[in-house]
């Protein structure tokens, strides 16, 4: 019985996959939409003025590199891998073929 269920949810998640993606598209959407409203325009300007190109992690200056069609921001120090919006569902989308030279580039493997 559970196996059964199982498959009936697999078939549903992937008949209704691309609505699900983009149900949450638009909804990450609204949520930036809201805090945009809610901050100054100054107060993005400073934002980005004191966080551009930072690593998230330790605060180091990070670097872009273009593999593979996708530009990855890596940190001078911790040397952490960064994707920009869409970025990553970009690399997810392709097939696992491309998605596997983008590992081996990635990690200076070709």
């Known amino acids: 019985m559970a196996r059964e269920t199982s ?29 945009l409203a809610r901050e ?5 300007e400073e934002l980005k003025r004191l966080h551009w190109m930072r690593c998230p992690k330790c605060g180091h200056a990070m670097n872009t590199t273009d593999i593979d069609g996708i530009a990855v921001d890596t940190c001078s120090l911790c040397e ?6 869409g970025e990553l569902e970009e690399l997810l989308m392709r097939k696992h073929e491309k998605r596997f030279h ?9």
């Open 102 to 110: 983008f590992y081996r580039l990635l990690f200076g493997l070709d």
């Open 80 to 85: 952490g891998i960064f994707f920009d919006h």
């Open 7 to 35: 498959v009936n949810e697999d078939e549903w998640f992937k008949r209704n996959e691309s609505q699900i993606l983009e149900d949450n598209r638009r909804q990450r959407e609204k949520v930036v939409a809201d805090r």
């Open 40 to 44: 100054t325009e100054e107060q993005r």
